[in-house]
């Protein structure tokens, strides 16, 4: 793993981050020279994460306790592995899954981007792959030129995945039916975590997605509900 010298994170607004996993400033930006330090490998998922992280949601933290006892289960699951096999770092390979359900603006996409913030200071290494499903959609498309199918294992394939909106179309053609099943499916399979947010209404979901996705992320992965308003209009 890269060495990153802690000098190149001047500027960021971590303490609170680290703050809310129970770390400090000194941890982090301490000089040890050792590429496979926790540290080091903290400062690597961090930035890593953060070019993937869209600059609305830089500084977001998570909040919800479901999220946060996702986040470390990922974590013990990653230790765990590191013991067993002896290896020089933690990583995150496999896992289970959650499904932030809520209204339109109540916070899913900031808890997710939270999430991912909190995940990557904590000296595990996870590498993610974050689109929302319309932007997923879109970048699957057979065109000239495109391997589609290389595209779509890069995100089937993700060590960790943040599928944003999902669900989001009012009118779910063959195409997306398609693409949703297979994608999760996979993940399904071979149990790899995946964090989705969703606006559409539970009673609603299996109509959008299709039963076999359904079955398939009841099994999989835990649902969340959020409560509360849509935050940008009151922001305004
Ligand atoms: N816990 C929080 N603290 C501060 N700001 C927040 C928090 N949660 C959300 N926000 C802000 O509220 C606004 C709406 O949040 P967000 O974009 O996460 O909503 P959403 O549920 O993903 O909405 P949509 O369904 O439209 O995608 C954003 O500006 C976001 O930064
Ligand atoms: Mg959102």
Redesign the pocket.
Known sequence: MQYIPPSNLRGHDLAPLLASRGLDLDWFTEHDFDPHSTANVARNTYLEAMAKVPF??RS????LPQLRAWIDDLIAGALEAQADRGSPIASITHGSSLL?L?????????????AMRELSISGVYGQWQVTTAADLYAALRPRHGIDSEAEFRKYRDARLLLI??LG?ERKPTEFTEEINFRLINHRYEHHLPTLM???VEPKDLAARLGDRVISRLAEMCERVA?KGN???R??A
């Open positions: 609305h949601y977001a933290v998570a909040t932030l809520g209204v339109t603006g109540v916070g899913k996409t900031h808890e997710a981007y939270g944003d909106d989001a947010t969703s606006n959020m849509d935050r940008r009151n922001a």
